[in-house]
């Protein structure tokens, strides 16, 4: 428990230095720690980060950092995607969508390692920039409900490079749209939990939400204090041990299911 409790600590900061990153960490824990059931750890992992980022995107709310106009364009599409994609989710086992998970990992300890492009999307025409969003707004939402993700690690870059948010604005509003698309996600997820006899366990949710949202409220407040490069390097490093981790574990659960 003592681990858990330090795992969602370090959920909740990630969400608050990058608005990206709870949900690839919640879903490892979940299931390599507590010992949740697959399915069970998705669907709870995106009610988890839903809570988180919605506790960490208040105070930007209120300062008026989040990009409205963005987040319009890239929600609705982002939260169709999640929905979509969860009636497929269902039908796969859980092993193969931990492994999609393992795999998603290292894509993003990839991306995370290299700084976002220095060069801006030019287009000046609005309906493009609208277009692009909505489109990666629908890919983010299908690993949303594919593997159960809230996808900040793709909405922060999408908004930086296609919506030419600063930063600071890019990760305040993609912890606005996450808990939009983990709600939809969760929606189905959970009618699936029912049908198959299992339950959520609301009292681990409970402590990683109030743990995690503090973290995400002290992960804002030392965030223009943290070496941005620095950070992001950090936690691609991590991503990447944990999603080798992930893939040989289900790798070798995999056969030994095709073996027996």
């Known amino acids: 428990m003592i681990v858990a409790l330090l795992g969602?600590?370090?959920?909740?900061?990630?969400?608050?230095?990058?608005?990206?990153?709870?949900?690839?960490?919640?879903?490892?824990?979940?299931?390599?720690?507590?010992?949740?059931?697959?399915?069970?750890?998705?669907a709870g992992s995106l009610l988890i980060v839903g809570a988180i980022s919605a506790i960490g995107a208040l105070p930007h709310t209120l300062a008026r950092r989040v990009d409205w106009t963005a987040a319009f364009a890239f929600g609705p599409a982002a939260m169709l995607g999640a929905f979509a994609a969860a009636f497929v989710g269902q039908h796969l086992p859980g092993v193969v969508q931990l492994l999609l998970l393992g795999g998603i990992?290292?894509?993003?300890?990839?991306?995370?390692?290299r700084p976002l492009p220095s060069e801006l999307?030019?287009?000046?025409?609005?309906?493009?920039?609208?277009?692009?969003?909505?489109?990666?707004?629908?890919l983010v939402g299908t690993l949303t409900g594919l593997v159960g993700i809230g996808g900040g690690f793709l909405i922060v870059?999408?908004?930086?490079?296609?919506?030419?948010?600063?930063?600071?604005?890019?990760?305040?509003?993609?912890?606005?749209?996450?808990?939009l698309q983990a709600a939809a996600g969760f929606a189905k997820h959970f009618v699936v939990l029912e049908r198959m006899g299992l339950s959520l366990d609301w009292n681990i949710i409970s402590i990683f939400v109030l743990v995690g949202g503090f973290g995400t409220w002290v992960g804002g407040l030392?965030?223009?204090?943290?070496?941005?490069?620095?950070?992001?390097?950090?936690?691609?490093?991590?991503?990447?041990?944990?999603g080798v981790y992930m893939l040989i574990v289900e790798t070798l659960a995999l056969l030994q299911e095709g073996a027996a």
């Not at 990992?105 to 390692?113: E, I, P």
């Not at 999307?121 to 629908?138: M, N, T």
């Open 8 to 42: 969602a600590a370090v959920i909740g900061l990630c969400v608050g230095l990058l608005g990206a990153g709870g949900s690839i960490l919640t879903v490892p824990i979940l299931v390599y720690v507590i010992g949740q059931p697959e399915k069970v750890a998705i």
């Open 105 to 113: 990992l290292l894509f993003t300890a990839l991306r995370m390692s």
């Open 222 to 242: 030392v965030a223009g204090r943290v070496n941005q490069r620095f950070l992001r390097r950090s936690f691609a490093g991590v991503l990447a041990v944990m």
């Open 121 to 138: 999307v030019q287009s000046g025409d609005a309906r493009a920039r609208a277009l692009g969003l909505a489109l990666r707004g629908l």
């Open 157 to 179: 870059p999408a908004l930086a490079v296609m919506g030419k948010l600063p930063m600071h604005r890019a990760v305040a509003t993609s912890l606005v749209l996450i808990p």
